[in-house]
């Protein structure tokens, strides 16, 4: 994975400890995304631990070359707080929100999931179940094994946006696991219809967790070195959306909301991290007006 130098024996250990002996995934090119995605899922501890092993392994590696890598464990507890303190304030204001546009936007979601669903087939449904898996939640191990490998470079711009993604991926997820639990909106293939919406129920369809996931991951990197090749994965990060609808787990507006998210939660602490603790510019605004009633969210990139 990374290549150590000879006399860090007891990192080297570790870090093969974790990438052979913690996890066998018997992978090879020639088997496909959908298999390794199985294997990994057969072995959630393992998986887990190697997530977690890996960056702490090359921390520990790069603060004994000299590097400062202290600043992401500083990072970690003032986003956190960060988080709460910005988002508080609207937190209100967001689910007031989604309790009137998910009910206003019944024939939109209605509308959206059949045309979807009757176009999922042939090439274009291979390829929606492989970005299906961008949005899972073992995204974030090949997200904090690129922090890790990161680690391994003097590219500090570098280690930030990988550490970033991998974050957001965190800090997103809880967002919307928030949100899910409040919600309690049904999924498609309940089939009690785009309006059920049972608060603290366990129902989980609002927001999608898979899109805010690949949308969290996507969005430092655009942040850090934002182009036509960065921002071209968001088109990766939509197909995880679509696929979601296809599949009958979600509504389209849990794909939306989902997708804010993600995009908010990257954005954000990218910037926070560029910039020290500077708040974003970033504005929430309930939408209130005849025939109309939203959600305003403006994003400066």
């Not at 464990?73 to 986003?79: M, P, T």
Request: charge should be neutral; charged fraction near 15%.
């Amino acid at each position: 994975l990374v290549a150590l130098d000879s006399t860090s024996a007891p990192a080297t250990k570790y870090l093969r400890l974790a990438s052979y002996e913690t996890l066998s995934c018997d992978y090879s090119p020639a088997q496909s995304t959908s298999t390794l995605t199985d294997q990994l899922r057969r072995r959630p501890t393992s998986t887990l631990g190697v997530a977690i092993a890996i960056p702490f392994v090359m921390m520990w590696a790069t603060e004994s070359a000299g590097q400062d890598s202290g600043r992401f464990a500083r990072w970690v507890w003032d986003d956190a707080v960060g988080m709460v303190q910005n988002t508080l304030p609207f937190t209100p204001a967001v689910f007031v929100a989604g309790g009137f546009v998910v009910p206003a936007a019944r024939r939109f979601d209605e509308e959206v999931l059949e045309s979807v669903q009757s176009g999922y087939s042939g090439t274009w449904k291979d390829y929606l179940d492989i970005a299906n898996d961008l949005g899972s939640a073992y995204t974030w191990l090949p997200a904090t094994s690129l922090f890790a490998i990161s680690l391994a470079t003097d590219n500090e711009k570098f280690q930030d946006a990988a550490f970033t993604s991998a974050e957001a991926v965190v800090a997103a997820t809880a967002v919307t696991a928030t949100i899910k639990f409040v919600m309690g909106r049904a999924r498609p293939l309940q089939s009690e219809g785009p309006l059920h919406m049972r608060p603290f129920s366990g129902n989980e369809s609002f927001p999608s967790g898979h899109t805010t996931i690949a949308f969290a991951v996507m969005t430092p990197w655009i942040v850090y070195y934002p182009g036509p090749v960065t921002y071209s994965l968001l088109i990766l990060s939509a197909s995880t959306g679509i696929a979601r609808i296809a599949k009958d787990k979600h509504w389209p507006t849990d794909v939306l909301a989902g997708a804010a998210v993600g995009v908010l939660t990257g954005r954000y602490l990218a910037r926070r991290h560029q910039r020290g603790s500077a708040v974003p510019s970033t504005t929430v605004q309930p939408v209130v007006g005849p025939g109309e009633v939203g959600l305003t969210v403006r994003v400066r990139m």
